[in-house]
């Protein structure tokens, strides 16, 4: 099933706001990523949805080329602008799907936090057709974990059921332990072989507006009427600011999967 294409365009509506919101990846992945895909000069990796090169960037910063295909104009110009300083690197409008992949192979293919945005049918053999015969392909997947202040992401539940009707009631934050990652994509592939998965945690800090701007980075709180997401969005800064000292911290759990292209 093709991911719905509104709340996929959704986040090229603020992409300032992204990229100031939005946090990095942790260092640890960074080098795990670097190392196994081997960037450096003379290494061609491609970034599939780069967004505004949150991890673009550090690539970049390893001294390989890199292609980014990004769907969104706003978030692409973002991207360029923070990558002026890497003449290596570039990116391209367009969605992945439909990008016309060069005749030369890249030695990688990474995409962080917007696998699940790609068309099932498309992702992993178009993947697998852009890569050279033992490049690996590097997927990075963000959950948002239970952890740092647990009390508050209990009670803020309250909230979303008073304001978004599809939230199921009761909801609670999983532990990262308890995540089963579904690698069945790749594994079930004939295309890739070597299938690993590591992870990565941290931990942020926000005020109350902070954390207001990280949600509205989510497309499933800009796609809320008006009325709703106001309401929910002042629910929520009432809730830190009165209970929580105007300060939460935030669990995010990265998973760093990985698979190697295997010979036609």
């Known amino acids: 099933m093709t991911p719905e294409p509104g709340l996929r365009d959704i986040f090229d509506q603020d992409a300032e706001l992204y990229e100031r919101a939005r946090p990095r990846y942790p260092a640890s992945l960074i080098e795990e990523l670097v190392r196994v895909t081997g960037a450096g000069p003379g290494v061609r990796v491609l970034e599939i949805a780069p967004g505004t090169g949150k991890l673009t960037v550090d690539l970049a910063g390893s001294g390989c080329s890199v292609t980014g295909v990004e769907i969104g104009p706003r ?7 923070r990558l002026a300083g890497f003449p290596e690197a570039d990116v391209v409008v367009a969605a992945f799907e439909q990008w016309e992949l060069p005749p030369e192979p890249f030695d990688a293919v990474v995409c962080a936090t917007a696998f699940h ?50 939230t199921p009631p009761g909801l609670r934050q999983t532990r990262e332990s308890d995540i089963a990652t579904d690698t069945g994509e790749f594994t079930g592939s004939p295309y890739f072989t070597d299938v690993t998965v590591h992870g990565h945690a941290q931990e942020i800090t926000y005020t109350a507006g902070t954390y207001l701007d990280v949600l509205l980075t989510y497309s499933n709180h800009r796609a809320l009427p008006e009325p709703a997401r106001n309401g929910l969005l002042a629910d929520i800064r009432e809730l830190i600011e009165s209970r929580y000292d105007g300060v939460v911290t935030k669990r995010y759990w990265h998973e760093l999967i990985t698979a190697v292209r295997v010979g036609d």
Do not use: N, S
């Not at 992702?123 to 033992?134: D, I, M, N, T, Y």
């Open 75 to 81: 978030m692409a110009a973002v991207a360029r602008r």
């Open 117 to 166: 945005w790609i068309d099932p049918a498309v992702r992993v053999p178009k993947a697998a057709r852009a890569l050279r015969r033992g490049g690996l392909f590097g997927v990075v997947a963000t959950h948002h974990v239970a952890g740092g202040t647990e009390d508050f992401f209990a009670e803020v539940q309250e909230c979303y059921e008073r304001w978004d009707p599809a």
